[in-house]
């Protein structure tokens, strides 16, 4: 019988909130195995874990070299999320602050040879503009940096992992000025509008990733229902951007975790407040309920498939046979 079969392509594991840290204060242990121990048990079989700085890329590779038999690799310098969005301006600006922009790039350039000769740095990220929070780092400087991204990608000849809000015409300028150095990559978290969408569409090797940010109100489902399934993937963000009860795509969840508070922690529940990679498949379930898709094992493989495409291309042929034949078996939560 056909299962599930999922890649959460964005997960912030160096976050203290997978220390047990909130807010400053050390509420449990780090916990990352428990985590990772229920992704699999939903039918996650990869994650795509991220960091936020050089220093944070690192730590993000040296979780993913951890993972024993386990499926995990790493994405260099990202950090995007709705509350952490300074970390990826941040990044940006540690090129101008180092001194020396050119040493602090040829040191990523080391990391990310280093990564892919171990095989666990499979992409280029977070790449992009975001003109929602210039306050944190003006669109010149943005713009800049994002034209050196691509030579990033094309001299490691990895894909791109892609941010792009409220910035679409220049985004888009930059990309095709780029494209000739690019192979492939997906815009995650994308909240922007029906217009936008589709001027990404437009560019054949652009995917773009949803989570529960993309997922919140009624005129994002439909922007999200007119992404084709062949061009979309699926994202947790964690720890952010779950998807909440006053969301528009709520309706559609059908898999419950039990929670608790982090205060009364429990290894066995997930961390009320806190999004973690086995609630990619309510993302799952509300792209499919969106979208009227009855057969999610099919969707599920679909979605799979992309991504292999673009970050395991190795892979592709262990995709195309799950298309044909259905996933692996998996534990399912209550439903």
């Known amino acids: 019988m056909a299962t599930v079969r999922m890649i959460d392509i964005a997960v912030n594991f160096t976050d203290g909130m997978f220390k047990g840290i909130y807010n400053g204060k050390q509420c449990h242990l780090p916990d990352i195995a428990a985590v990772l121990n229920r992704a699999w048990s939903a039918g996650v079989d990869r994650v795509i874990v991220t960091g936020g700085s050089l220093q944070e890329s690192k730590e993000a590779l040296a979780i993913a070299e951890t993972d024993g038999l386990l499926n995990m690799e790493a994405l260099l310098y990202s950090r995007c999320a709705p509350n952490k969005m300074q970390g990826y301006f941040l990044f940006l600006k540690e090129f101008e602050e180092s001194g020396d922009p050119e040493k602090h790039f040829q040191a990523l350039l080391t990391l990310a040879k280093e990564g892919i000769e171990k095989g666990k740095v499979v992409a280029i990220g977070e790449c992009g503009l975001d003109y929602d929070r210039l306050h944190f780092c003006p669109a010149e400087i943005q713009k800049k940096?994002?034209?050196?991204?691509?030579?990033?990608?094309?001299?490691?000849?990895?894909?791109?992992?892609?941010?792009?809000?409220?910035?679409?015409?220049?985004?888009?300028?930059?990309?095709?000025?780029?494209?000739?150095?690019?192979?492939?990559g997906v815009v995650h978290s994308f909240t922007d509008s029906a217009e936008d969408r589709d001027k990404l569409l437009t560019f054949n090797n652009i995917y773009i990733g949803v989570?529960?940010?993309?997922?919140?109100?009624?005129?994002?489902?439909?922007?999200?229902?007119?992404?084709?399934?062949?061009?979309?993937?699926?994202?947790?963000?964690?720890?952010?951007?779950?998807?909440?009860?006053?969301?528009?795509?709520?309706?559609?969840?059908?898999?419950?975790?039990?929670?608790?508070?982090?205060?009364?922690?429990?290894?066995?529940?997930?961390?009320?407040?806190?999004?973690?990679?086995?609630?990619?498949?309510?993302?799952?379930?509300?792209?499919?309920?969106?979208?009227?898709?009855?057969?999610?094992?099919?969707?599920?493989?679909?979605?799979?498939?992309?991504?292999?495409?673009?970050?395991?291309?190795?892979d592709l042929d262990s995709a195309a046979d799950a298309l044909l034949a259905g996933g692996h078996d998996s534990d399912e939560p209550t439903s």
């Open 145 to 184: 940096y994002f034209e050196k991204q691509f030579e990033l990608s094309y001299t490691t000849k990895l894909p791109m992992f892609l941010h792009m809000r409220a910035a679409a015409e220049d985004f888009c300028e930059i990309f095709e000025r780029n494209k000739d150095r690019f192979s492939a």
């Open 211 to 314: 989570n529960g940010c993309s997922l919140k109100t009624k005129d994002n489902l439909d922007v999200v229902k007119g992404i084709p399934v062949e061009k979309m993937m699926i994202e947790t963000d964690s720890p952010y951007c779950e998807i909440k009860n006053t969301h528009a795509g709520i309706s559609f969840v059908k898999s419950i975790w039990p929670s608790k508070k982090k205060e009364k922690y429990d290894q066995e529940c997930i961390v009320k407040g806190r999004n973690e990679p086995c609630l990619v498949r309510q993302v799952l379930e509300v792209v499919a309920g969106c979208k009227g898709v009855s057969d999610i094992d099919q969707l599920s493989r679909t979605l799979y498939h992309n991504t292999c495409r673009v970050f395991f291309p190795q």
